[in-house]
Antibody, heavy 123, light 107 residues
Framework: EVQLVESGGGLVKPGRSLRLSCTASGFTFGDYAMSWFRQAPGKGLEWVGFIRSKAYGGTTEYAASVKGRFTISRDDSKSIAYLQMNSLKTEDTAVYYC??????????????WGQGTLVTVSS | DIQMTQSPSSLSASVGDRVTITCRASQSISSYLNWYQQKPGKAPKLLIY???SLQSGVPSRFSGSGSGTDFTLTISSLQPEDFATYYC?????????FGPGTKVDIK
């Protein structure tokens, strides 16, 4: 059974940093791209970024709203994806989800989601 | 970025009703369109990918259609567990973008 478990959320002051982890099980982690999303309270879904599998260079893409502040990485030996968030702003407050990217490079979708972890940025 | 819109933004329906939700893209996205269901306090769940392919384990009362800019999610006979918010999402180009959601509640 595919499982994704996020951790590392919490309350942080503006300008500070936080690192989220996404621990995967039930599939060969290294074969898949992984993505992060967020959902502000009462709002819709916003893509944060993704990291490709090593087979596709392990490269990353980011939303404009977080580019330069957030970094996604992966440790295939531990089946963990990370989201390093720096220079946090109050508008980064949201539930953060990690997802597995299914399908193909051409036709992809987000087929498994973690339960989410809440990040609150407030002074 | 490709903008996604959905209609209606909310609807009230009864168990057994046929429900149709529409999603429109700001430019042609071929069939690179996915649908998700989200219940309060829960993570989204993939229902339909590539416009019309049913994700494994999803009941057959859910179906998707469309291509280009206009897409539809249909629930053939609404069940109590289907009351939720539904989102469409395009995977034609980066960044992947979502519609604002359609909330389906009980009439």
């Amino acid at each position: 059974e595919v499982q994704l478990v996020e951790s590392g959320g919490g309350l942080v002051k503006p300008g500070r940093s936080l690192r989220l982890s996404c621990t995967a099980s039930g599939f060969t982690f290294g074969d898949y791209a992984m993505s992060w999303f967020r959902q502000a309270p009462g709002k819709g879904l916003e893509w944060v970024g993704f990291i490709r599998s090593k087979a596709y260079g392990g490269t990353t893409e980011y939303a404009a709203s977080v580019k330069g502040r957030f970094t996604i990485s992966r440790d295939d030996s531990k089946s963990i994806a990370y989201l390093q968030m720096n220079s946090l702003k109050t508008e980064d407050t949201a539930v953060y989800y990690c997802t597995r990217v299914g399908g193909t490079v051409v036709t992809y979708y987000f087929d498994y989601w973690g339960q989410g972890t809440l990040v609150t940025v407030s002074s | 970025d490709i903008q996604m819109t959905q209609s209606p933004s909310s609807l009230s329906a009864s168990v057994g009703d046929r429900v149709t939700i529409t999603c429109r893209a700001s430019q042609s996205i071929s069939s690179y369109l996915n649908w998700y269901q989200q219940k309060p306090g829960k993570a989204p769940k993939l229902l339909i990918y590539a416009a019309s392919s049913l994700q494994s384990g999803v009941p057959s009362r859910f179906s998707g259609s469309g291509s280009g800019t206009d897409f539809t999610l249909t629930i053939s006979s609404l069940q109590p567990e289907d009351f939720a918010t539904y989102y469409c999402q395009q995977s034609y180009s980066t960044p992947p973008t979502f519609g604002p959601g359609t909330k389906v509640d009980i009439k």
